[in-house]
C-alpha cells in the first residue's frame, strides 16, 4: 500500500507539472453539429453498476453511442492521471472516487467546468456534502456529478452478542453502543465472554473515526493540522486503546474472509456496498446479522463522481449523459440492482429505499438505516494529499499490532513521515 501511495504521489506531482496545451479544450466536433453519429468514450472502474442504463441511453439515444473501458481501480487513476498530464488521450467521461479529487481540483483547468453546461440546475437534487465535494473551495467549478455514496453503518454478528451478553435489538445496539468508548468497553465484555475479537483490525477502527468530522488532515484553507487536529488524535487513541479486541487481520485479504466466516470477530464497519462482500466471503453465516448505527457518528467510505476531462470532443452531450445516468430516478435503479447507495436524497422516503429487506442481515429497512446515516455525514475538505496521509497513519497503526513499535513512537514516526511527504 505504501508503495502504491508513492507510486501515486509521484504521478501527481508530474501530472501538476505537466503543462497542457490550449487543445486540451477541445469541445465539440461537427458530428454533434450535423446531428451524425455520436461516440462518447467513457472510463470506468469494475462494480460501479451502471452498464445496463448506460445500454438504455443509448437504446432512448440513437445517435449516441458509448465506448466504455474498464481497468482495475488503481489502475484507472493512473491512467486517467497520465492522461492528463500528457495533455491527450483521455476519455469524455472519467470516473474519481472521492478520495482523489482534491488533488484534481488543483488542476481543474484539465476538465471542462459542469456549471457552463448547466450543473447549477441540479445542484439541489444531491447531498449538500457531496456537491461540495465535487466543487471547488469557492464554488466556481464544478468537476463532477456525484454517484453513489457510502455512508456508514455497523454490522454485528447477533449470535456472539447475545453470548456476550450485550444487546441485540438493533435499536439498543444503537443506543448502548453509541460512542468509543461505549463500544471498546462492550468489545471487552464480548472477549471475556466468548474469547472472541470485538472487529477485526484498529486500522479501521481509525478510519471509521476519521470520517466523523469536519476537521481532518487540513483546514479549509488548505494548511496541514494533522499534529493538532483534535478528531485525528481521538481517532488514533481509541484505535490504540482497542488494540486487545481487535482481530488483527486487514480488510481485504484471505485472512479477513477466514476470520470473518469462522465468526473471530464481531462487528464490521461499511458502507451499503459492502453488505455483498460479507455475503459473499461468509455465506454461511446468513442470518446471524444484524445492522446498527456507527459508534461515534455517521460518516462516509467511497462514492466518486462522473468528470468530463477538457480533452473530449463532446461536452455537451456528455453532460446531458451523465445527468440523466446519475439522476434521482437512474440511480434508484442502480441501487435496486446493485446496492449503490443513491446520492439524491428526494428518493430516500422511497419505499424501494426505505423498506430494502435482506434476510442475510435480518432487515426489512436497510435504507432507513443508511439514509439516516447518509443525511448527518459532515463535508469535510479531504486535502490534496489525504490518500498518501491515510496510508501513513495506517501503516503506523500495523506497526503497533503487529508489535513492531510502541503507540507514542508510531505516532512520532508517523508525523515525521507526513512532513517528509506531504509538507512543502
Not at 476470520?259 to 454461511?284: C, E, R, Y
Not at 462522473?306 to 439522476?327: C, D, N, R, V
Amino acid at each position: 500500500m505504501k508503495r502504491f501511495a508513492l507510486m501515486i504521489s509521484f504521478m501527481l506531482l508530474i501530472f501538476g507539472l505537466v503543462a497542457c496545451s490550449s487543445s486540451d479544450k477541445a469541445g465539440s466536433d461537427d458530428s454533434s453539429k450535423s446531428g451524425g453519429q455520436i461516440e462518447l468514450t467513457m472510463w470506468l472502474w469494475p462494480g460501479m453498476g451502471m452498464d445496463d442504463y448506460i445500454k438504455e441511453y443509448e437504446e432512448l439515444n440513437p445517435n449516441i453511442k458509448i465506448k466504455v473501458q474498464e481497468a482495475e481501480y488503481s489502475d484507472h487513476h493512473q491512467n486517467l492521471l497520465t492522461t492528463l498530464g500528457a495533455g491527450s488521450g483521455a476519455p469524455d467521461i472519467a470516473g474519481v472516487e472521492s478520495g482523489y479529487i482534491e488533488k484534481f481540483k488543483e488542476n481543474s483547468k484539465h476538465f471542462f467546468n459542469l456549471l457552463d453546461y448547466g450543473a447549477a440546475d441540479i445542484k439541489d437534487e444531491y447531498l449538500e456534502w457531496r456537491w461540495r465535494e465535487a466543487s471547488t473551495n469557492d464554488g466556481s467549478v464544478v468537476l463532477g456529478i456525484p454517484t453513489d455514496v457510502g455512508p456508514m453503518a455497523m454490522a454485528y454478528r447477533v449470535d456472539i452478542f447475545e453470548e456476550a451478553g450485550l444487546p441485540t435489538d438493533p435499536d439498543e445496539v444503537s443506543a448502548q453502543l453509541s460512542s468509543w468508548e461505549d463500544y471498546i468497553e462492550a468489545g471487552r465484555k464480548l472477549k471475556a465472554a466468548t474469547g472472541k475479537n470485538m472487529f477485526n483490525h484498529v486500522a479501521d477502527l481509525y478510519a471509521a473515526a476519521r470520517e466523523q468530522g469536519e476537521k481532518q488532515y487540513y483546514d479549509d484553507d488548505g494548511t496541514l493540522i494533522i499534529e493538532n487536529s483534535e478528531l485525528i488524535k481521538n481517532a488514533w487513541d481509541y484505535s490504540v486503546e482497542a488494540m486487545d479486541i481487535h482481530n488483527n487481520t486487514e480488510r481485504g485479504t484471505t485472512e479477513w474472509s477466514a476470520s470473518l466466516a469462522a465468526g473471530d470477530f464481531a462487528t464490521v464497519f461499511l458502507p451499503p456496498w459492502m453488505l455483498q462482500n460479507i455475503k459473499s466471503d461468509a455465506p454461511d453465516t446468513a442470518g446471524l446479522w444484524n445492522i446498527a448505527l456507527m459508534p461515534g457518528g455517521s460518516g462516509n467510505w467511497g462514492g466518486s463522481l462522473l468528470t468530463l476531462p477538457a480533452q473530449g470532443k463532446h461536452p455537451q452531450e456528455a453532460y446531458e449523459f451523465i445527468k440523466w445516468l446519475m439522476s434521482a430516478e437512474t440511480q434508484l435503479k442502480i441501487f435496486q440492482k446493485s446496492g449503490n447507495f443513491p446520492s439524491t436524497p428526494s428518493i430516500y422516503e422511497e419505499p424501494d429505499v426505505q423498506n430494502l429487506a435482506d434476510d442475510f442481515f435480518n432487515r426489512d429497512d436497510l435504507g432507513a438505516i443508511f439514509s439516516e446515516a447518509a443525511e448527518k455525514v459532515k463535508y469535510v475538505y479531504r486535502g490534496p494529499d489525504t490518500g498518501t496521509i491515510n496510508t501513513i497513519m495506517g501503516d503506523a497503526l500495523i506497526t503497533i499490532a503487529d508489535g513492531q513499535e510502541q503507540a507514542d513512537d508510531a505516532w512520532d514516526k508517523a508525523m515525521e513521515e507526513v512532513k517528509r511527504q506531504v509538507e512543502r
